[in-house]
């Protein structure tokens, strides 16, 4: 089994001083930490790369270019016979899957990761699951503060964390 602990929009050192201690637990148990953009500052991904073995990010729209220029907008993993993509998203929130259905729309994934609307988001659409883990720090646009947790064995199950 693979777990994979997600999270998006931290936009630290703004939203909070640091990620809650309950989430830092659950990186260093993790096999893969993805985080679906808006880190908002350096040092963050530095941290994340100490925090657990395997780190992939992407780019958001509030990430600044020292940050940008080391990400992807777009990322494709893969994990046994699953593919995982992986995008922050861009324009009304409202809009995200279908926008995120058209930039994935060639490459055969199982599963859409996402952030930028910052509210936690886990659905089938067809036959891909859409994927956001909300925000595990800021309280713009969320319900409440939360991450997820993606375990892959010989499925996908997904579910999100309450903070």
């Known amino acids: 089994m693979t777990k994979i602990v997600v999270i998006s929009d931290t936009h630290l050192p703004l939203a909070a001083a640091k990620l809650p201690d309950e989430l830092v637990e659950q990186i260093k148990k993790a096999d893969i930490l993805i985080h679906a953009g808006d880190l908002a500052e350096k040092p963050l991904l530095d941290i994340l790369k100490k925090l657990c073995p395997k780190v992939i990010a992407v780019r958001g729209n509030m990430d600044p270019d020292e940050i ?96």
């Not at 699953?82 to 922050?88: L, R, V, Y």
Request: with cysteine; charged share 20%; aromatic share 10%.
């Open 68 to 163: 940008a220029d080391e990400l992807n907008e777009k990322e494709i993993l893969n994990i046994g016979k699953f593919k995982i993509g992986i995008m922050h998203g861009k324009g009304s929130p409202s809009s995200l899957p279908e926008m995120l259905c058209q930039e994935f729309k060639n490459d055969g994934v199982n599963i859409i990761i996402f952030g930028h609307s910052h509210s936690p988001f886990n659905k089938n659409i067809g036959n891909i699951i859409f994927f956001n883990p909300g925000s595990p720090t800021d309280h713009v646009y969320c319900p409440y503060n939360s991450y997820g947790i993606i375990e892959i064995n010989d499925k996908i199950e997904a579910k999100i964390i309450k903070l």
